[in-house]
T-cell receptor, first 114, second 114 residues
Framework: AQSVDQPDAHVTLSEGASLELRCSYS??????LFWYVQYPGQSLQFLLK??????VVKGTKGFEAEFRKSNSSFNLKKSPAHWSDSAKYFC????????????FGKGTLLTVTP | EAAVTQSPRSKVAVTGGKVTLSCHQT?????MYWYRQDTGHGLRLIHY???????EKGDIPDGYKASRPSQENFSLILELASLSQTAVYFC?????????????FGPGTRLTVL
């Protein structure tokens, strides 16, 4: 069975700093990995995904993520952070085959102070 | 732009009553999904569908039924609502590539069971 772990429930940093949100996964096959963002009171929006190929993927809103097979991680990065990046971020894993189910981590609440 | 709408946006139900949550997408997507979000947790998959008139169980299907009468519409049915089903419910859709594709989420339905 697959699983996603986001070890940091809450991250706080100052505007202008670099942000890195951690995500690790457990899956026996090649993973499809996603990051989604949920702004306060809103639904989820897609940020970026890793399917295959380049291990650094770029997404919307200036975010990028690095896939590291060696330690089963898919960390989200952005520099510099802006106060408008304050939101909850979810890492997710898709199981392959014919069963396209997303398994979400519990999310990391990011607060960027002005 | 992709559009997923949900109705109602919020609902208060009584324990033991029947609740139907509706989802409509205009994306011409094959896949549709129902998730629930609980405070402090990520999203968990309840049911999904990849073709009209067919639904599949997700990770937490107990106490829920789903119906996909057309490509555009996907309903979630709680035959006997319980207190534990109080949550925010999200519908999502994705195209035929399934796992490769990002999911587009609706605005969510806040369900309170009393």
């Amino acid at each position: 069975a697959q699983s996603v772990d986001q070890p940091d429930a809450h991250v706080t940093l100052s505007e202008g700093a670099s942000l890195e949100l951690r995500c690790s996964y457990s899956y026996s096959a090649a993973p499809y990995l996603f990051w989604y963002v949920q702004y306060p009171g809103q639904s989820l929006q897609f940020l970026l995904k890793y399917i295959t190929g380049d291990t650094v993927v770029k997404g919307t809103k200036g975010f990028e993520a690095e896939f590291r097979k060696s330690n089963s991680s898919f960390n989200l990065k952005k520099s510099p952070a802006h106060w408008s990046d304050s939101a909850k971020y979810f890492c997710a894993l898709v199981s392959g085959g014919s069963n396209y189910k997303l398994t979400f981590g519990k999310g990391t609440l990011l607060t960027v102070t002005p | 732009e992709a559009a997923v709408t949900q109705s109602p946006r919020s609902k208060v139900a009584v324990t033991g009553g029947k609740v139907t949550l509706s989802c409509h997408q205009t994306n011409n997507h094959d896949y549709m999904y129902w998730y629930r979000q609980d405070t402090g947790h990520g999203l968990r998959l309840i049911h999904y569908s990849y073709v009209a008139d067919s639904t599949e169980k997700g990770d937490i299907p107990d106490g829920y039924k789903a119906s996909r009468p057309s490509q555009e519409n996907f309903s979630l049915i709680l035959e006997l609502a319980s207190l534990s089903q109080t949550a925010v419910y999200f519908c999502a859709s994705s195209d035929w590539t399934g796992g490769y594709a990002e999911q587009f989420f609706g605005p969510g339905t806040r369900l309170t069971v009393l």
